[in-house]
């Protein structure tokens, strides 16, 4: 299923949507085997959002289980989403950037950084100063960024790796 993000009026979209169909169902084979080794309850979803399959664990009402699946800051859903990239590589061959979101943490996650983002830029039009943010994943940037430039701003990420950060300029 699509968000109506990507136009499927040529072929060649509606080959990019059939690919990354495909590697959600794969993803969703993969996370299945995981849930039942680990004989956790969670359905799965998946979508199409531009140019990367989104793929979510969902569990009933409010299933504490499946926050073991997503561990402190999400480092447990990292790594999780990494080794379902790698099962969707190895059947395609093709690497994959899908996305993993489990118990709605990625989605409450994204909220709380534009939030920031939009902050960071009002704070930086008001001071006429650089705002530099603490350091995050490239996830977390990416959604800053977003939030950021809708606010009519620009930012960069500055730093190496894992202390790299996002600095929000003002005009």
Do not use: W
């Not at 998946?46 to 504490?64: F, H």
């Not at 709605?104 to 001071?127: I, M, V």
């Not at 959604?143 to 701003?153: E, Q, T």
Request: with cysteine.
């Amino acid at each position: 299923m699509t968000d109506g993000t990507i136009a499927t009026d040529s072929p060649a979209a509606d080959t990019l949507v059939a690919r990354l169909e495909q590697e959600g169902d794969i993803a969703a084979d993969y996370l299945e085997g995981l849930l039942d080794i680990a004989d956790l309850d969670g359905d799965i979803d998946m979508d199409v959002e531009g140019d990367r399959a989104l793929v979510s664990i969902v569990g009933e009402g409010n299933d504490r289980s499946l926050q073991r699946l997503v561990g402190q800051d999400g480092e447990v859903l990292e790594a999780l989403q990494e080794l379902t990239r790698l099962a969707v590589h190895r059947e395609t061959g093709e690497r994959s950037r899908l996305m993993l979101d489990i118990a709605g943490f990625r989605a409450r996650k994204r909220a709380e950084l534009a939030q920031l983002g939009a902050e960071a830029a009002e704070q930086a039009k008001s001071s006429g100063e650089q705002v530099k943010l603490r350091p995050m994943t490239p996830f977390e940037r990416k959604v800053v960024h977003d939030a950021v430039a809708a606010a009519g701003l620009s930012s960069e990420s500055e730093g190496e790796e894992p202390q790299r950060c996002v600095v929000v300029l003002p005009r």
